[in-house]
């Protein structure tokens, strides 16, 4: 699969420019799957500076600061989707270990829908989560603009001390 990062460069800008920010996050979300999937970039580190800097920009946006105090016994982990051998969510599970005097969130932003769909499930990490004190928290479904909204009032409300996001690259909400 041939990429032209050039061209799709100066899609994501003009879709930027635009000001139609749901379609700049379905784009970049887009680009990223693919960039994921060619098979030339496999297992190697990728930084493609100028969409991650439309998205700081966008997030300045998005974000609004919050008029509750940050809550330091509250660690928030964000997350695209958690599998039972994970990377991501062995990660976040040490980190609950090492801190078990805080209260730990996750909220998962299911971007592909695999949740919503039904083609996955949290099965046995439920009961995992349950044994280490794991809240689990969903994003509700909506287009990609009205999610990446809510991902910022559900943190908003929750107001953690602290916020460690293991979302996969191409997650846009997170």
Not at 13 to 28: A, D, K, M, P, R
Not at 45 to 68: C, H, I, K, Y
Not at 109 to 137: C, H, K, N, P
């Amino acid at each position: 699969m041939y990429l032209d990062l050039e061209s799709d460069d100066v899609t994501l800008n003009e879709i930027y420019q635009s000001g139609n920010i749901s379609s700049f996050l379905q784009e970049t979300a887009r680009l990223f799957i693919s960039i994921e999937r060619n098979e030339s970039l496999k297992g190697r580190a990728f930084f493609e500076p100028r969409s991650d800097a439309r998205l700081e920009d966008l997030s300045g946006w998005l974000v609004r600061p919050s008029s509750t105090p940050p809550r330091r016994d509250t660690i928030l982990h964000v997350a695209t989707e958690l599998y039972s051998t994970g990377g991501h969510t062995r990660v976040m599970e040490d980190i609950v270990r090492a801190m078990p005097d805080r209260r730990h969130v996750v909220i998962l932003t299911d971007l592909l829908g695999s949740y919503s769909s039904g083609r996955a499930s949290l099965g046995l990490l439920e009961q995992r989560f349950m044994e280490i004190g794991l809240e689990v928290q969903w994003v509700p479904q909506g287009d990609i603009l009205s999610r990446a909204i809510m991902l910022t009032k559900m943190v908003n409300a929750i107001s953690p001390g602290a916020i460690f996001v293991n979302a996969h690259p191409f997650d846009t909400v997170a």
